[in-house]
């Protein structure tokens, strides 16, 4: 295997990994409910916050796993979320109220602020390295933020799993970006912030992996056990990515 100091690419998950999302999302609701207004005045901003990602996580999986449509796990999001304070959406009406969230969470779009300290850190310390994406999702949204916050440059490749019909964790994708780029995927780093879906998913694929962990998850026992065997290696943020693969600042 080709060693950790010399990958010919490097692999990003997008969302929570460079972009962050999940703050996106959490400055969009609370922003929305407040247009809003009505039965969420009273509402708590953490419960809300809450209920939101867990609605986004379980219907984007159904969207992933191919139950839902891009635009039908937008509106079945709303509508339930629209539920738990008593009210009801028509689909129409579930797809307005989503909309105009998104004029919020659009708004709210950045880098984590290690990401471009990151990029710059790999170019200078591994000159000739090549930077791609994989993510889950729709390419021409993903594509979208990838243009609005300073990233089309900084990256060749954007590989999305709503092109290919299959999705992180599943090997074939890791595989797949790597024939995009040409390189071996033991001659690849991948760097994601889900364990499984990307880091392990990514291991098992044949790629070094390492797990950005900011908020200092608990981890199960069965990830911990596999993210061991297969040597995952496990980052509090981006800034220590390219030290860990042992390249040296450029002189």
């Not at 079945?76 to 969230?101: H, I, K, P, V």
Request: one cysteine or more.
């Amino acid at each position: 295997m080709i060693p950790v100091s010399a990958p010919e690419l490097v692999l990003f998950d997008l969302d929570d990994t460079l972009f962050a999302h999940r703050e996106a999302v959490e400055d969009g609701i609370l922003r929305h409910l407040a247009e809003v207004r009505g039965v969420f005045l009273a509402a708590d901003p953490a419960a809300v916050q809450e209920l939101w990602r867990s609605l986004e996580e379980e219907h984007y999986h159904s969207y992933l796993a191919g139950i839902l449509d891009f635009h039908g796990q937008r509106r079945e999001r709303s509508r339930d979320f629209a539920a738990a304070y008593g009210l009801r959406l028509t689909d129409a009406e579930a797809t307005f109220w989503f909309e105009r969230y998104f004029v919020h969470y659009r708004d709210s779009w950045r880098l984590h602020e290690d990401a471009l300290p990151c990029l710059d850190e790999l170019a200078a310390r591994l000159p000739g390295v090549r930077v791609g994406l994989i993510t889950n999702g729709d390419l021409a949204f993903q594509s979208e933020k990838v243009h609005r916050v300073g990233l089309t440059d900084r990256v060749e490749h954007v590989i999305a799993s709503g092109e290919l019909g299959y999705a992180k964790p599943d090997a074939r994708i890791f595989r797949h970006a790597c024939s995009v780029f040409g390189v071996a995927p033991e001659a690849a780093v991948y760097v994601g912030d889900r364990i499984r879906t990307d880091a392990i998913g990514a291991a098992e694929a044949g790629l070094t992996a390492f797990w950005v962990d900011r908020r200092g998850a608990s981890v199960a026992a069965a990830d911990a056990a596999d993210a061991g065997r297969l040597g995952v290696i496990r980052l509090d943020s981006l800034a220590a990515l390219a030290a860990t693969l042992g390249a040296s600042p450029a002189s």
